[in-house]
Each structure stands twice: as structure tokens, then as C-alpha cells.
């Protein structure tokens, strides 16, 4: 909103030159984010806490400690993250820009499913929310839109092709099937970032890296130099992106400072399908969607181990891991809780450099 106000008056004014700049309003954004969550984040806790007596409801088959260490934390806070995420972005950001509006309203429309999700769950004071099929039709929907629309703003055969890393002048063209692609894309980054939600920190950080890479990736494959310099497809408008997402890590920083052990407050379904459905967006309009296979690679990781879980169990009634998702394994295993986040956030930086890595190997 601030870029198309002060655009016009860039000639007149020289200050207003900066808003020309995608790094300014990125730089900006990030701190707006960060700035409205620490201000917001108190007030909206107490009152998450004077309205959730009990908190969120712990899963009773879960490890035993949480029933004493996290019981009566409130959830919700995925509230806080895109309230200011959503402030950030219409603040900064050019809304004449179409890719900015198709991966907001993708990561709102999440959110409010992952809302009504949580709010299932504290209503009835258990863990079982939206029928799993439900939730999946509504995301499928979501995403199948925000498919649509991010090709016909791509447009031509890069709006309907898959690009391959590390193969340069390679595009695999899926034609009508491309918006089917975009949406499993979509709810796959979801969903995975939803079972990683598990402890006080492990999702938040990897996202936080995660949004970091693909804010670059946004900017270099929106800008036409770069994108020819590094021989990447070059998609004209979708650099403005690297403001949605700079102002998601400015949100993600902010909730950090009161999800940091012992957690304040947990994110929820409402954050954590949100941010999913936002990474999953993002790599789709960047054309990097195979990439985030490799950045998002412990989200990936997490989701594979409940897959796997579940179809040795229902074949042989036995157990792979001692309980997945996989950080539940090693807290049964014995592993504190700071070791295992910590060890998932160092596994996400370098899984984030393996992803930038493939920028330039062509």
C-alpha cells in the first residue's frame, strides 16, 4: 500500500526512491512483522489464556511429559503470525501485483481452516478437530484455485511446466495437469509442516530458514539478470514476492520470541497449515517446486516417518519408530527436547544449503 502511494511521488521526493527498491520494502517488511508481533504478541496470549481454561489438548498416547509440561499452553498462535504477516505485506508490497495476492489468500484460506481446526479441539477438550477428509477437500480446493491463478499470471509454456534443478533449459510441460501438480504441492507443504508442529520451536525455525531461501529464489528468478546469470527460468513480477515472505519470517521471528522453550503459546493448526500452504506457494509461482523437496527436506522427513509408521503397522501390527512423527521417537528414545529441536534446526540449514546449492550448479 505504501509502494502505490509514494510511487507517484518518487519524482518529487528522493526518499521516495527507496520504495523503488524490492530489498527496502523486504528489509522493512521483515521488521514491521517482527515489531507488531512483540507488541501484539502479550496481549493476545493472556486473552488466548483467559479464554482456553485448559489449553490445548495433549494427545494422551503422546510422551508422558507432556501432559505435565504442556498442559494448559494455549494454542492459536497462528493468529498472531498472520495478522502481522497479513499487515506486513499490504503495507509493503505492491498490490497490483497479482502473485502476492494469489499466495496471501492461499495462506490465509489455510489458516482458516487450520482455525477451525483448532477451535473443534478446544470446544470438544480433545485432539481429534476437522475430519481428516474434510480438511484435505477444503486445502485441495484452496490450492487447486491458487494453481490456476499463479499459472495464468505465469502464462505460456513456463506457467504449465515444471523446471528440473540442477538441468538448466529443462522444463517439463504438464499442460492442463500443472494446476493438479501446484495444489499436491501445496497441501503437501501444509500437511508436513503441520506433523512437524510438535515441540516448542521445531517447526517455526526450519520454516523461518526455509521462507529465508526461497525469498532469495524469488528475488533472483524475478530479476532478469540474475535469473539469465545464473541460468534460471526468468518469471517477471514474481520477485515481489520476496516481500510476502520476508514479512513471514519477520511474523515467524516475532512468535519465536514466545514459542521459545518453555513455549508461551503453540501456533496450532492455524499457523502451522498457514506457513505450509505459503512455502508451498511460493516454490510453486518461483518454478522451484522440486527445490523445496530438498530445502523443506525435514518436513519431508517427518511426513515420510508417519507413512511409513502407518502402512508397516496396519501389514505387520508392529512399530518402525517408537512413535512418529519422528521427534517423538527420540523423545521416547530419551532425547531431551532442546537436543532434538536443536539437531532438526542444524539438519534444516544444511538441507537450506543443498537447496541454495542447486542455484548454481547447471
Not at 511521488?9 to 522493512?28: K, P
Not at 481452516?113 to 477437500?137: H, T, Y
Not at 501444509?190 to 508442529?197: C, E, I, K
Not at 527460468?233 to 514459542?259: D, K, M, Q, R, Y
Request: charged fraction near 15%; charge should be positive.
Amino acid at each position: 500500500m505504501l509502494f502505490n502511494l509514494v510511487r507517484p511521488l518518487a519524482d518529487q521526493f528522493i526518499l521516495f526512491n527507496l520504495f523503488r527498491y524490492i530489498t527496502f520494502r523486504s528489509g522493512a517488511a521483515c521488521l514491521t512483522a517482527l515489531v507488531l508481533s512483540l507488541i501484539f504478541g502479550p496481549p493476545l496470549i493472556r486473552w488466548l489464556r483467559s479464554v482456553q481454561r485448559n489449553g490445548q489438548p495433549i494427545r494422551a498416547d503422546g510422551p508422558e511429559r507432556h501432559l505435565v509440561e504442556k498442559k494448559g499452553t494455549p494454542t492459536m498462535g497462528g493468529v498472531l503470525i498472520l495478522s502481522t504477516l497479513t499487515i506486513s505485506t499490504l503495507l509493503w508490497a505492491d498490490l497490483r501485483n497479482g502473485y502476492v495476492w494469489a499466495v496471501l489468500l492461499l495462506t490465509l484460506g489455510y489458516g482458516a481452516i487450520g482455525f477451525v481446526d483448532d477451535f473443534i479441539k478446544l470446544s470438544r477438550a480433545n485432539v481429534r478437530g476437522l475430519s481428516g477428509r474434510g480438511k484435505l477437500v477444503v486445502q485441495a480446493l484452496l490450492g487447486l484455485g491458487a494453481a490456476f491463478w499463479i499459472s495464468w499470471l505465469t502464462k505460456g509454456a513456463l506457467g504449465t511446466g515444471v523446471s528440473i534443478p540442477v538441468l538448466k533449459d529443462v522444463l517439463i510441460p504438464l499442460g492442463f495437469a500443472f494446476p493438479l501438480f501446484g495444489m499436491l504441492v501445496m497441501m503437501g507443504a501444509s500437511n508436513a509442516v503441520n506433523l512437524t508442529d510438535g515441540l516448542d520451536g521445531l517447526a517455526i525455525v526450519p520454516t523461518i530458514i526455509a521462507a529465508g531461501v526461497f525469498g532469495l529464489i524469488a528475488y533472483l528468478v524475478g530479476n532478469r539478470v540474475f535469473a539469465d546469470y545464473l541460468q534460471l527460468n526468468h518469471v517477471p513480477g514474481v520477485g515481489e514476492l520476496c516481500v510476502f515472505v520476508s514479512a513471514l519470517i519477520g511474523a515467524g521471528l516475532g512468535f519465536l520470541w514466545f514459542n521459545a522453550p518453555p513455549a508461551a503459546v503453540f501456533m496450532g493448526d492455524t499457523g502451522s497449515l498457514a506457513l505450509g500452504g505459503a512455502l508451498g506457494a511460493v516454490a510453486v509461482a518461483a518454478k522451484h517446486e522440486i527445490v523445496l523437496v530438498v530445502v523443506g527436506g525435514l518436513f519431508v522427513l517427518e511426513t515420510v516417518s508417519v507413512i511409513i509408521q502407518v502402512f508397516w503397522y496396519k501389514r505387520t501390527g508392529k512399530r518402525v519408530f517408537l512413535m512418529a512423527p519422528l521427534h517423538h521417537h527420540f523423545e521416547k528414545k530419551g532425547w531431551s527436547e532442546p537436543t532434538i529441536v536443536i539437531r532438526f534446526w542444524i539438519i534444516a540449514m544444511v538441507l537450506a544449503l543443498a537447496g541454495l546449492a542447486t542455484l548454481k550448479i547447471r
